[in-house]
């Protein structure tokens, strides 16, 4: 056996890789979360469901082509223990193995066949600064290592700072990002299909507030993936409409 290989097990035995989810042990061949964790895992598999509860939540109010989410997760869940040190913990890896876990599916989904350009819901430079990485990125990178799309970073901007939409109403939601995006290459993305890519959807309204600025590319389309939805998220409601866009938001 390697010395190289006989160090790497003596460092396991004294720094042991954790699964993500559940914190067992995990084995020389499990990265990120032990089988049993991705055999249990949630999966919605609305990547085959055209007309599914997500994609209901931007009916009437903005051109979806396709919705879909990885994985269910819920309060006390150990996948949302994924979610949370993804975005706050620096363990931006997660992302990464949970985006190819997603583009496997997309990949073989034929709602999904047409789809050429990913592009993830860009942070703010402050908040980006702060955290060191985008999730979103780093799931859509995992996303295009299985895939072959293309990820485009430099079309969609965020150029307001927000506060954190936790605990806000879908209301509150739309207030607090409405008008924080702006479409920096329309070129780019004309004639495209899209895949807009987030780490959580829940009521879709930073989606919305991005989509609205995709839409001003000329014949854009555009699907939405995100890792995780709740099942209150998935639960279709019934909610009133937002005040129409303005004219500035409008497609030309």
């Known amino acids: 056996m390697k010395f190289t290989t006989v160090l790497r097990h003596f460092f396991g035995l004294l720094y042991p890789k954790l699964c993500e989810a559940c914190e067992g042990a995990l084995s020389g061949k499990e990265n990120i979360c032990c089988l049993s964790c991705l055999y249990h895992l949630p999966r919605t598999n609305y990547w085959k469901e ?42 931006r890896e997660i992302g990464v193995e949970l985006g190819r876990l997603l583009g496997r599916e997309l990949k073989n989904a034929p709602l999904y066949q047409c789809v050429d350009t990913i592009i993830p819901v860009p942070l703010h ?14 799931i859509a990178a995992g996303i295009a290592q299985v895939t072959g799309w293309e990820v485009n970073t430099s079309s969609l901007s965020r150029t307001r700072f927000t506060e954190t939409q936790t605990r806000k109403s879908r209301q509150e939601r739309w207030e607090n990002v409405s008008g924080a995006f702006a479409l920096q ?44 939805c709740t099942k209150k998220t998935a639960a279709p409601v019934v909610t009133p409409l937002m005040p129409a866009p303005a004219d500035s938001d409008r497609r030309p």
């Open 185 to 228: 290459d329309a070129a780019a993305l004309a004639n495209r299909h899209v895949l807009l890519v987030d780490d959580v959807l829940t009521t879709g309204a930073t989606l919305e507030a991005c989509i609205l600025q995709l839409q001003k590319a000329k014949n854009c389309k555009v699907s939405v993936a995100a890792l995780a």
């Open 125 to 138: 430079p402050k908040r980006l600064r702060r955290r060191g990485y985008n999730q979103s990125e780093e």
């Open 50 to 91: 055209p007309g599914n509860p997500l994609e209901h939540l931007f009916w009437g109010r903005v051109p979806v082509e396709h919705a879909c989410a990885l994985f269910f997760f819920g309060k006390g869940s150990r996948y949302r223990k994924l979610i949370h040190k993804l975005k706050y913990k620096g363990k």
